[in-house]
């Protein structure tokens, strides 16, 4: 090869090296809008590793210490920002909620209560969805609280005779109340005991519905969805979800 075409050939190798040095630099910076700081990445896999699969707001808690109010955590490709502050929250999710009130699909949520009926899981602000909204902001409002005092009075009333009458349940007469309460408010029917028969059936499946939501209790479907596709017979977690759904 004579030393003129070699230099030529340098001259190509650089020019592609410097392109293809260029377009990766782009593209990182494409791929990755600046986040808040967080504990360390591995590659491919985030944080996935060091995220608890139980007690997670005592870990946030400890995190937020080290990294701030804001901070961002990475398990798998989804990336999670984790806020730790009211003052933000009301921010970001009541004064700016038109563009942070959509939620990640949760294949599990969707199984246990589909069709986007689950105000709180539901992900299309449809028509559905924006009638249980509106009961709500009409029940929640200031002037509709006020009229319902003297209905929480009484209830309240009777939360500290059973507190009286039996301390050790101290935790279920707080249930017994917010659930009689809430109850009473939206339909009109109210669980003056522990064994009410909509009392009772709110404290078996509530426990289980949220348990089923929490990191870590199922197979993680949302990080490797092809787990949706096992048949039941193989999928334990299929059956749990379906009890579930028809308790
Ligand atoms: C992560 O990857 C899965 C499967 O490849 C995909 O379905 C999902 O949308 C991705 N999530 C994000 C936040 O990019
Ligand atoms: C809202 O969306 C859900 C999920 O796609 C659907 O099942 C439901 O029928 C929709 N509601 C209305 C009123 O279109």
Same mark, same amino acid.
């Given at each position: 090869m004579s030393p003129f075409l070699l230099s030529i050939g340098n001259i190509l190798a650089l020019a592609w090296a410097s392109i293809a040095f260029i377009s990766f630099i782009q593209l990182f910076r494409q791929r990755r809008p600046p986040l808040p700081p967080g504990p360390t990445l591995i590659p491919l896999i985030g944080n996935l590793l060091i995220v608890p699969q139980k007690r997670l707001h005592l870990k946030y808690t400890e995190w937020a210490k080290t990294y701030g109010d804001v901070f961002r955590l990475k398990v798998m490709n989804n990336t999670i920002i984790v806020i730790n502050t009211p003052t933000l929250v009301h921010k970001l999710?009541? *004064?700016? +909620?038109?563009?942070? +009130?959509n939620r990640p699909k949760s294949i599990i949520a969707g199984m246990i209560a589909p069709n986007n009926v689950h105000m709180a899981t539901g992900r299309y602000a449809n028509d559905t969805w924006k009638s249980s909204r509106k009961a709500a902001a009409y029940a929640l409002s200031p002037e509709s609280v006020k009229t319902r005092s003297a209905y929480q009075y009484a209830e309240a009333t009777q939360l500290m005779n059973d507190l009286l009458h039996s301390p050790e349940l101290w935790f279920d007469h707080l249930r017994r109340y917010t659930l009689s309460f809430s109850l009473g408010i939206i339909y009109g029917q109210r669980g003056?005991? *522990?064994?009410s028969p909509d009392i009772a059936d709110f404290m078996n499946v509530h426990p289980r519905y949220v348990e089923a939501l929490?990191?870590?209790?199922?197979?993680?479907v949302d990080l490797f969805?092809? *787990?949706?596709?096992?048949?039941k017979r193989w999928a334990k977690w299929k059956q749990t979800v379906e009890d579930i759904r028809h308790l």
């Open positions: 999710f009541d *004064l700016k +909620s038109v563009s942070s +009130s003056p005991t *522990l064994q929490e990191i870590g209790t199922l197979p993680p969805p092809f *787990l949706a596709l096992v048949p």
